[in-house]
């Protein structure tokens, strides 16, 4: 653990052309200590060397990863949204007939649905590996519980729970921690940077994929505090991205299909349909993961491919609904449409009058504040688990704890709890314990810990008034938000969307109850059901900041649109006044991993940058004609690791400086370097098979590093034609661009590079991602972040 950090300066060296790096106003006016800044080239100053002698490596690792917020990752790259159009691409769509393009829009539809399909099967067998698990375990723990109390001795009962939890998740955390650590946590925060354009390593893989889809049932059946739900965002997400490429590189078969979306433009849009059909299966509302993917992710939008997206969100949420009516032995009765079915309210029972709505946003405004109290200490916690927890072993030790913890809290709150509720004929408890109450009765303290969260939600929304007691709810909403908050965040597969409900359906019913206790004119006019769908919208709006989506997933999981209004005022409450104190919980957690996310629009005081001053002004530059040898030096590179060049033309006879005419990629060098496309080759052998656009989509997208391709010395003086192969018409901009101009265009565009260039076309710089990414808004107006590899 040696090498964690490596520092990045910003130093002025001259570039290319020879001039020195420009000086900038410092942007809070501030002078620095050392020296007024300059941009200049990125040069890393490794930290490794203090720490590299055996002995100090054997002393034993850090105990502490040093960790800062001000610091931007390099290791996180951009997709490509761009289409790269070389000659190859363009000749190749030429050739394309107009049938050609019609197939090709028949078979995205197919890979959509197919998406739906799949991702509606995952979530069925979710559903019902968890129920059927749970079912066991609750049975074991109720029929132990029910012995010991006659007989005394419960702390065997106790015993026995917080074991069966803790192995459970011990399993779930293992497979996690050991062998896939990106599918802990729901996934939703890497979904929605791979939306936004950024890279995240194996976040779309099938091992991840199975990791995440058997750590959430261990999980959830380990009776962690956590949902089901998130992690079928992501489990759609990476379905998605393996469907649409029609081959696996995992397990290293190619079935020849869909080859033409291998590239990141499709693939990316595809993988917003896998969002989309992974909320429409958690939530039964397909509207609503549409407008999930478009307000959470998805840059880039159209018509056609919205309609695609509901079309997936459609067959998914359909597919579980068809498959769950077959295992619940009633085929063709499709009213299980999602995984969270918070049953339906009837008109009658939900009826609001208009002197509710102030009751319905003060609501929404606690919600906001105790959800930001949910993210402040959840950000604490992330910060002190990043530091101190970070060798596997100990993240597995600390889910057990957290498991073992949990049971035993909720054994105590069930076993110190007198609440006591008639077990009526409708009674729509799955699991009732007796405990110490009168026969024909059972502990209602238990239907909310003594369940899995989603029966405990649906109970809290349909219970008849009366059938809990103030004090276990309110006991319930302090234990249970205090332990959601320490699970979120663990090395588990597990969402945050049901804990969040569930402590707002409780508080919300506890509110309920208290106004239905003010005496009035004979009619109970707050029924509690009511409150607590309220409260679990302030909650979950007042964690995730999430607004259109969550309204809509909210009614249609209800399935009653007169809630339409009073959701949509609590959680726009709920945001503003989160936003307040702290940003939302997912937000939170791509800052903390450092990644360079590109928000909707450039930080507002940004209109005095300009381009010359963000961008990163030491290029490296390829001739049109350039030597193998210059080429494969510059890719061997440690220290720059540019993955965008600009390829320069010099003009014969005339001593200029040289012009831009392309772009190409390091991929794409890579391709060239490894199928030795050579100028000297090429005239030697009249056979020699020209390279097609098949060859790098055939590479794509995991390309051989550099180390592993040979290149002999006699081949490093040849030359290579670049022409054919690189974007002859890169996005280019003055280097006068303001920043938000500059922001508008990389980030509409979803570019990957944007060259800046002089008055006569010279290259003087590159803006990438991070370069944009640098700059936010702080406290103190605007500030500028840290690059650093870490």
Same mark, same amino acid.
Not at 215 to 237: D, F, R, T
Not at 247 to 257: M, Q, Y
Not at 374 to 402: D, K, S
Not at 449 to 458: G, H
């Given at each position: 653990?040696?090498?964690?950090?490596?520092?990045?300066?910003?130093?002025?060296?001259?570039?290319?052309?020879?001039?020195?790096?420009? /000086?900038?106003?410092?942007?809070?006016?501030?002078?620095?200590?050392?020296?007024?800044?300059?941009?200049?080239?990125?040069?890393?100053?490794?930290?490794?060397?203090?720490?590299?002698?055996?002995?100090?490596?054997?002393?034993?690792?850090?105990?502490?990863?040093?960790?800062?917020?001000?610091?931007?990752?390099?290791?996180?790259?951009?997709?490509?949204?761009?289409?790269?159009?070389?000659?190859?691409?363009?000749?190749?769509?030429?050739?394309?007939?107009?049938?050609?393009?019609?197939?090709?829009?028949?078979?995205?539809?197919?890979?959509?649905?197919?998406?739906?399909?799949?991702?509606?099967?995952?979530?069925?067998?979710?559903?019902?590996?968890?129920?059927?698990?749970?079912?066991?375990?609750?049975?074991?723990?109720?029929?132990?519980?029910?012995?010991?109390?006659?007989?005394?001795?419960?702390?065997?009962?106790?015993?026995?729970?917080?074991?069966?939890?803790?192995?459970?998740?011990?399993?779930?955390?293992?497979?996690?921690?050991?062998?896939?650590?990106?599918?802990?946590?729901?996934?939703?925060?890497?979904?929605?940077?791979?939306?936004?354009?950024?890279?995240?390593?194996?976040?779309?893989?099938?091992?991840?994929?199975?990791?995440?889809? %058997?750590?959430?049932?261990?999980?959830?059946?380990?009776?962690?505090?956590?949902?089901?739900?998130?992690?079928?965002?992501?489990?759609?997400?990476?379905?998605?991205?393996?469907?649409?490429?029609?081959?696996?590189?995992?397990?290293?078969?190619?079935?020849?299909?869909?080859?033409?979306?291998?590239?990141?433009?499709?693939?990316?849009?595809?993988?917003?349909?896998?969002?989309?059909?992974?909320?429409?299966?958690?939530?039964?509302?397909?509207?609503?993961?549409?407008?999930?993917?478009?307000?959470?992710?998805?840059?880039?939008?159209?018509?056609?491919?919205?309609?695609?997206?509901?079309?997936?969100?459609?067959?998914?949420?359909?597919?579980?609904?068809?498959?769950?009516?077959?295992?619940?032995?009633?085929?063709?009765?499709?009213?299980?449409?999602?995984?969270?079915?918070?049953?339906?309210?009837?008109?009658?029972?939900?009826?609001?009058?208009?002197?509710?709505?102030?009751?319905?946003?003060?609501?929404?405004?606690?919600?906001?504040?105790?959800?930001?109290?949910?993210?402040?200490?959840?950000?604490?916690?992330?910060?002190?688990?990043?530091?101190?927890?970070?060798?596997? %072993?100990?993240?597995?030790?600390?889910?057990?704890?957290?498991?073992?913890?949990?049971?035993?809290?909720?054994?105590?709150?069930?076993?110190?709890?007198?609440?006591?509720?008639?077990?009526?004929?409708?009674?729509?408890?799955?699991?009732?314990?007796?405990?110490?109450?009168?026969?024909?009765?059972?502990?209602?303290?238990?239907?909310?810990?003594?369940?899995?969260?989603?029966?405990?939600?649906?109970?809290?929304?349909?219970?008849?008034?009366?059938?809990?007691?103030?004090?276990?709810?309110?006991?319930?909403?302090?234990?249970?938000?205090?332990?959601?908050?320490?699970?979120?965040?663990?090395?588990?597969?597990?969402?945050?969307?049901?804990?969040?409900?569930?402590?707002?359906?409780?508080?919300?019913?506890?509110?309920?109850?208290?106004?239905?206790?003010?005496?009035?004119?004979?009619?109970?006019?707050?029924?509690?059901?009511?409150?607590?769908?309220?409260?679990?919208?302030?909650?979950?709006?007042?964690?995730?900041?999430?607004?259109?989506?969550?309204?809509?997933?909210?009614?249609?999981?209800?399935?009653?649109?007169?809630?339409?209004?009073?959701?949509?005022?609590?959680?726009?409450?709920?945001?503003?006044?989160?936003?307040?104190?702290?940003? /939302?919980?997912?937000?939170?957690?791509?800052?903390?991993?450092?990644?360079?996310?590109?928000?909707?629009?450039?930080?507002?005081?940004?209109?005095?940058?300009?381009?010359?001053?963000?961008?990163?002004?030491?290029?490296?530059?390829?001739?049109?004609?350039?030597?193998?040898?210059?080429?494969?030096?510059?890719?061997?590179?440690?220290?720059?690791?540019?993955?965008?060049?600009?390829?320069?033309?010099?003009?014969?006879?005339?001593?200029?400086?040289?012009?831009? %005419?392309?772009?190409?990629?390091?991929?794409?060098?890579?391709?060239?370097?490894?199928?030795?496309?050579?100028?000297?080759?090429?005239?030697?052998?009249?056979?020699?098979?020209?390279?097609?656009?098949?060859?790098?989509?055939?590479?794509?997208?995991?390309?051989?590093?550099?180390?592993?391709?040979?290149?002999?010395?006699?081949?490093?003086?040849?030359?290579?034609?670049?022409?054919?192969?690189?974007?002859?018409?890169?996005?280019?901009?003055?280097?006068?661009?303001?920043?938000?101009?500059?922001?508008?265009?990389?980030?509409?565009? /979803?570019?990957?590079?944007?060259?800046?260039?002089?008055?006569?076309?010279?290259?003087?710089?590159?803006?990438?991602?991070?370069?944009?990414?640098?700059?936010?808004?702080?406290?103190?107006?605007?500030?500028?972040?840290?690059?650093?590899?870490?």
């Amino acid at each position: 653990m040696a090498n964690i950090t490596k520092k990045v300066s910003w130093s002025s060296r001259t570039d290319e052309s020879g001039t020195p790096g420009e /000086g900038t106003p410092l942007l809070n006016g501030s002078e620095r200590a050392s020296h007024s800044r300059q941009i200049g080239r990125l040069s890393t100053v490794d930290l490794e060397e203090e720490i590299t002698s055996d002995e100090d490596s054997q002393r034993g690792r850090l105990k502490e990863i040093p960790h800062n917020e001000k610091l931007l990752s390099l290791k996180y790259e951009s997709l490509d949204y761009d289409n790269i159009e070389n000659q190859l691409f363009l000749e190749e769509e030429r050739r394309m007939s107009y049938m050609g393009f019609r197939c090709l829009e028949i078979s995205r539809w197919v890979v959509c649905g197919l998406i739906g399909f799949l991702t509606g099967l995952i979530a069925c067998f979710i559903d019902i590996a968890v129920e059927e698990l749970a079912g066991i375990k609750y049975q074991v723990v109720k029929e132990n519980i029910e012995k010991f109390t006659e007989v005394g001795g419960l702390s065997i009962s106790l015993l026995l729970w917080a074991v069966l939890n803790s192995a459970i998740v011990m399993m779930g955390a293992i497979i996690v921690a050991f062998f896939e650590p990106i599918a802990a946590g729901s996934g939703i925060p890497q979904i929605k940077c791979y939306l936004n354009g950024i890279k995240i390593p194996r976040v779309v893989r099938l091992k991840t994929l199975v990791v995440k889809v %058997c750590g959430v049932i261990c999980s959830v059946v380990g009776g962690l505090a956590v949902g089901k739900e998130g992690p079928m965002i992501h489990s759609g997400a990476v379905v998605a991205a393996g469907v649409s490429q029609g081959r696996s590189t995992s397990l290293k078969r190619d079935f020849k299909i869909f080859e033409y979306f291998r590239r990141d433009t499709e693939k990316r849009d595809f993988v917003s349909a896998g969002a989309a059909a992974g909320v429409s299966a958690a939530f039964g509302a397909p509207v609503g993961g549409v407008l999930f993917s478009l307000e959470e992710g998805a840059s880039f939008w159209n018509q056609m491919l919205t309609w695609r997206i509901f079309f997936a969100s459609m067959i998914s949420t359909f597919t579980l609904n068809f498959f769950l009516s077959v295992y619940h032995k009633n085929p063709g009765d499709l009213s299980n449409p999602g995984l969270i079915n918070f049953g339906r309210f009837q008109s009658d029972s939900v009826a609001y009058n208009l002197y509710e709505i102030p009751l319905f946003i003060a609501m929404g405004a606690i919600g906001g504040l105790l959800g930001a109290l949910f993210n402040i200490l959840n950000y604490w916690l992330t910060i002190f688990r990043i530091r101190y927890v970070h060798r596997p %072993c100990l993240q597995v030790m600390e889910a057990m704890l957290v498991a073992a913890v949990t049971a035993t809290v909720s054994f105590t709150m069930i076993y110190f709890s007198n609440d006591c509720q008639p077990l009526g004929p409708e009674h729509s408890e799955e699991y009732p314990l007796q405990l110490f109450c009168a026969d024909g009765e059972y502990n209602s303290m238990a239907t909310a810990f003594f369940n899995t969260p989603e029966r405990s939600v649906r109970s809290l929304f349909h219970n008849q008034p009366g059938s809990y007691n103030p004090l276990t709810l309110g006991l319930f909403t302090l234990t249970y938000f205090f332990l959601a908050c320490w699970t979120y965040g663990l090395a588990v597969s597990a969402g945050v969307f049901i804990p969040s409900l569930l402590i707002g359906a409780a508080w919300g019913r506890l509110c309920g109850i208290l106004l239905a206790s003010i005496p009035s004119n004979g009619s109970i006019w707050a029924d509690p059901g009511k409150y607590a769908l309220i409260g679990a919208a302030a909650q979950l709006g007042g964690i995730v900041r999430m607004t259109l989506s969550l309204t809509v997933i909210m009614v249609e999981a209800t399935g009653n649109v007169t809630y339409g209004l009073p959701i949509m005022l609590v959680l726009m409450t709920a945001k503003i006044v989160g936003d307040y104190f702290v940003e /939302g919980l997912y937000d939170i957690h791509i800052k903390l991993q450092s990644v360079p996310f590109l928000h909707w629009d450039a930080p507002a005081t940004s209109h005095w940058l300009t381009a010359r001053e963000v961008m990163s002004s030491q290029v490296t530059c390829l001739n049109r004609i350039e030597k193998v040898g210059t080429i494969v030096d510059t890719l061997s590179n440690t220290s720059t690791n540019h993955n965008g060049f600009p390829v320069v033309v010099q003009v014969s006879g005339s001593d200029e400086p040289a012009k831009l %005419c392309g772009l190409i990629l390091r991929s794409q060098l890579i391709v060239l370097l490894k199928h030795k496309v050579f100028v000297e080759l090429a005239r030697s052998r009249l056979t020699h098979r020209k390279l097609q656009l098949k060859d790098f989509r055939d590479a794509y997208p995991r390309f051989p590093p550099i180390q592993s391709i040979h290149v002999s010395q006699d081949e490093r003086e040849c030359m290579m034609d670049l022409t054919e192969f690189m974007n002859a018409t890169p996005y280019t901009v003055p280097q006068e661009t303001s920043l938000p101009r500059v922001f508008k265009l990389f980030r509409a565009l /979803g570019l990957r590079h944007l060259v800046v260039v002089d008055d006569v076309n010279r290259v003087v710089g590159l803006v990438t991602r991070k370069d944009l990414a640098r700059y936010h808004l702080g406290k103190h107006g605007l500030e500028e972040l840290q690059l650093a590899q870490t």
